[in-house]
């Protein structure tokens, strides 16, 4: 199968299971906070303190447990996820560096399966910390740096990617939006870095732009592809 179009495929598994995960998240986080946008999850990820751990999922699994098993529950279909969102982000770059007889584009494949294991190690710190008793200080160290890891990761991906539909001039429209949209996705992260409060919503749903972007220009070279050897 042609890589391009395993990359397809792979990808419009991805937004179905976007689609899915972000039906069955809980509507607020324990202690909501006025002008706070981020979904529960998103929030979760972003805990750096007991304080803020305590706002997001409550005082105890007693007195929260049908927000703590919502998240448990995400966070263990999550390990799904990132194996479909790993796979895909690393057949389009395989596919890419295979279409232009460029090894360097595997580097980013690379960093894609790195951001994936990053977010294994996040979710193992996630779904411990909804635990009473849990060891906080150094669960919230784990998640704090397995996050930024994820985060990152995707970010310099998103901007490989941009760059490679970018380079490919035989789509003029598509190839701008591309560049513009990883460019997006990287100031969004770093923004979200500086203000984990306020931007990481906007770093998110940029990151699910340039997968749409990635799974469209796939769907096309798949197709010229196919029409140009039948």
């Not at 703590?68 to 395989?94: C, K, P, V, W």
């Not at 595997?106 to 190690?121: E, K, N, P, Q």
């Not at 340039?210 to 197709?223: G, T």
Request: with cysteine; proline share 3%.
């Amino acid at each position: 199968m042609n890589k391009f179009t395993l990359a397809s495929l792979l990808g419009v598994v991805v937004f179905g299971m976007t689609l899915w995960l972000a039906l069955i998240s809980p509507e607020q986080i324990a202690h909501p906070v006025d002008g706070d946008t981020r979904d529960p999850v998103i929030a979760f990820e972003m805990v750096s303190s007991s304080a803020e751990l305590t706002g997001v999922i409550g005082e105890s699994r007693l007195q929260f447990p049908e927000l703590r098993e919502a998240l448990d529950r995400i966070n263990r279909i999550d390990f799904i996820y990132m194996t479909a969102y790993g796979a895909f982000l690393s057949f389009f770059f395989l596919a890419v560096a295979e279409q232009r007889g460029d090894r360097r584009w595997l580097i980013l494949s690379a960093v894609a399966i790195v951001a994936m294991l990053a977010d294994v190690r996040e979710n193992i710190a996630l779904i411990a910390l909804t635990r009473d008793g849990a060891d906080v200080v150094p669960l919230l160290g784990m998640l704090v740096s397995s996050t930024w890891i994820k985060w990152g990761g995707l970010a310099i991906v998103a901007l490989g990617a941009g760059a490679a539909i970018f380079e490919d001039k035989s789509m003029p429209t598509l190839r701008i939006i591309g560049l513009v949209a990883g460019i997006s996705v990287f100031g969004f992260t770093c923004a979200a870095w500086l203000d984990p409060f306020k931007f990481p919503q906007y770093m998110a749903l940029a990151i699910f732009l340039i997968w749409i972007l990635q799974v469209v220009y796939a769907y096309r070279v798949w197709q010229a592809g196919a029409v140009s050897g039948s």
